[in-house]
């Protein structure tokens, strides 16, 4: 599903070169769960954005089911993402004008689908936003709206769902619901997952676990049974 290849991105500011990515390489299958930690300023987002194809690597290579993400059109990249990524953001990014209804049937409605707004509420009412659909973002707390930014992510069926810290903008209680459910329905539609996450809880329940520390990437080996009860 995903194949990065000696992968390298810096920021210049000044003279100075900043690296944030090393020669980075990475393969994911499909339907996997791969949680990505690391310090603050380590480069998750950004390894975020480049497999969303919303930023170009200095060089190396991003693939995506075949596709070279690095060598498309703007245009092309914004089919892909539209068709068959869903992003689920710290801050929710929901549009303020639109109800939970509409924001949650925006992907549908962009690809010109005629059952958007059914299949936006069978989800809605799935993740228990029944009552909550004609509602607007600031008439919802924080975790119905992330439940809101959840099921918009996934109510197009995509084969990638990309998710920044989904629980850092949460207390810890709703935070948990929200990953519970943004993992339960990964696992229903069989979506690869790639979430960046500073809770360790949270990325062990992942398939595998990949640490982002000066630029490099590594494998965190697998939390064992009694360590897990233990951070728990």
């Given at each position: ?66 596709v070279a993400l690095d060598r498309q059109s ?159």
């Amino acid at each position: 599903m995903i194949r990065l290849n000696r992968l390298s991105m810096h920021y210049t500011l000044g003279a100075a070169r900043i690296d944030i990515l090393r020669e980075v390489d990475l393969h994911i299958g499909a339907g996997e769960r791969v949680a990505i930690a690391g310090p603050s300023g380590s480069g998750k987002s950004s390894l975020l954005l480049l497999l969303a194809g919303l930023e170009q690597p200095g060089a190396g290579s991003v693939e995506f089911d075949g596709v070279a993400l690095d060598r498309q059109s703007s245009d092309r990249l914004a089919d892909l993402r539209r068709d068959h990524m869903g992003i689920v953001f710290q801050s929710f990014h929901l549009v303020p004008s639109l109800s939970a209804l509409d924001n949650a049937a925006l992907p549908l409605e962009i690809a010109g689908r005629r059952d958007a707004r059914e299949r936006a509420r069978a989800l809605l009412e799935k993740v228990g936003l029944g009552q909550r659909l004609d509602h607007y973002p600031a008439q919802l707390s924080g975790g119905e709206q992330q439940r809101v930014a959840i099921a918009r992510a996934l109510v197009h069926r995509p084969k990638l769902v990309l998710a920044d810290e989904p629980t850092g903008n949460l207390d810890d209680r709703t935070g948990a619901a929200a990953g519970d459910l943004l993992l339960h329905l990964n696992a229903e539609s069989n979506t690869t997952l790639v979430l960046v996450t500073h809770d360790m809880n949270f990325a062990h329940r992942c398939d595998r676990v990949l640490r982002l520390h000066e630029g490099r990437l590594s494998e965190m080996p697998a939390l064992r049974e009694r360590d897990h009860a233990d951070a728990v």
